[in-house]
């Protein structure tokens, strides 16, 4: 079982590049998630997505954007890079059941130099 | 807006000893969600255990238990006999029952040694 799968798992950006950290799920769940985690510190929800085609601000959402366009992919886009989006990111997935536990991927480490 | 606080920022235990986490939240609804979760330095978060706040008793899951106290809201960790896999930032998260979008609020871990 796959579970959640982030690409890349590391990555290294200079200031005011683009990317996109990718997420997709095999266990049909509707919500999904992006959290950063900076050292130290707990998770903080970025982006969250009830089902495809709808998609929400969390917490940290400045300087993210995010498209759900199928139930499996809940991609993460950084327009501007900047040094203060070095993190860890985790996207997570959990069925639509509250007492489910959310399922995470294994991170992504990003540095912006 | 709920809150979690763990109050510890690192703990040290023997190996096959007892070591307890601390975790309070603060919430102004009656049902809701508790878990524990582990991250080794491999990074992964894995779910070590869960409460529904509707349920009395403690759950168990092997060598960790919880101690759920809805009044004083606090839900600590119990590790029995502990191992050096353990070894580990451990975070405690809340989810609300009400809402709808099963977002969880995480508390700032607490990083566990363990002694051989």
């Known amino acids: 079982n796959a579970g959640v799968t982030q690409t890349p798992k590391f990555r290294i950006l200079k200031i005011g590049q683009s990317m996109t950290l990718q997420c997709t799920q095999d266990?049909?769940?509707?919500?999904m998630y992006w959290y950063r985690q900076d050292p130290g510190m707990g998770l903080k929800l970025i982006y969250y997505?009830?089902?495809?085609?709808?998609?929400d601000k969390g917490e940290v959402p400045n300087g993210y954007n995010v498209s759900r366009s199928t139930t499996e992919d809940f991609p993460l886009r950084l327009e501007l890079a900047a040094p203060s989006q070095t993190s860890v990111y985790f996207c997570?997935?959990?069925?639509?059941?509250?007492?489910?536990?959310?399922?995470f991927g294994d991170g992504t480490r990003l540095s912006i130099l | 807006a709920q809150t979690v606080t763990q109050s510890q920022p690192e703990m040290s235990v023997q190996e096959a000893e007892t070591v307890t986490l601390s975790c309070t939240y603060d919430?102004?609804?009656?049902?809701?969600?508790l878990f524990w979760y582990k991250q080794p330095p491999s990074r992964q978060m894995i779910l070590v255990i869960r409460?529904?706040?509707?349920?009395?008793q403690n759950a168990t899951e092997n060598r960790f238990s919880v101690n759920f106290q809805k009044a004083a809201k606090s839900f600590s960790l119990k590790i029995s006999d502990s191992q050096l896999g353990d070894a580990a930032m451990y975070f405690c998260?809340?989810?609300?029952?009400?809402?709808?979008?099963?977002?969880?609020?995480f508390g700032t871990g607490t990083l566990l040694a363990v002694q051989p």
């Open positions: 998260a809340y989810r609300s029952a009400a809402k709808t979008t099963n977002k969880l609020i």
């Open positions: 409460q529904e706040a509707y349920k009395q």
């Open positions: 997570a997935s959990s069925s639509d059941l509250g007492n489910q536990p959310q399922h």
């Open positions: 266990m049909n769940h509707n919500y």
């Open positions: 997505s009830v089902g495809a085609g709808i998609t």
């Open positions: 919430t102004s609804e009656s049902d809701y969600y």
